[in-house]
């Protein structure tokens, strides 16, 4: 099955709309990965989990987020997107990376100045809050 049939499949069954990445990006995905979405779409077990594990870590998120006194765009989805950074995008991105957490600059989206962080798993947003904390820390010299 192609990328395209899944996309159609999803979009049909949750009046969603797909927009698709560029095929240069680090987050593009072969086949294998379709597959599984496409299984997991009929599984409602496993979709009713994904959305509470997304509705808790969300909130999760918001809290270290906001310790931090950062703002961020409150999100339906499981991505969420930081705004008016203390620091420039790239240098964040670039530090965050070098802690092994990977985000998104917003550029491709229209917004430079904005980065898109996924809502992953409780461990997963623990590394992302203590590395961002790290990052602003070193940024500001204490």
Do not use: C, W
Request: positive net charge.
């Amino acid at each position: 099955m192609s990328s395209s049939s899944l996309t159609n499949r999803i979009t049909k069954s949750s009046k969603t709309r797909i927009i698709p990445t560029p095929s240069n990006s680090s987050f593009n995905t072969g086949d294998p990965v379709f597959y599984a979405a496409m299984a997991a779409l009929d599984d409602q077990a496993h979709i009713d989990a994904v959305r509470q594990l997304i509705a808790t870590e969300k909130h999760y998120l918001y809290e270290g987020l906001s310790e931090l006194d950062l703002s961020f765009i409150p999100t339906a989805a499981n991505f969420l997107l930081l705004v008016d950074l203390p620091r420039a995008t790239k240098y964040i991105y670039e530090e965050l990376l070098k802690r092994g957490v990977i985000v998104r600059v917003a550029t491709g989206f229209g917004l430079p100045d904005a980065i898109r962080v996924s809502i992953g798993t409780h461990r997963e947003n623990e590394k992302f809050l203590h590395a961002l904390k790290d990052t602003l820390r070193s940024a500001n010299g204490k």
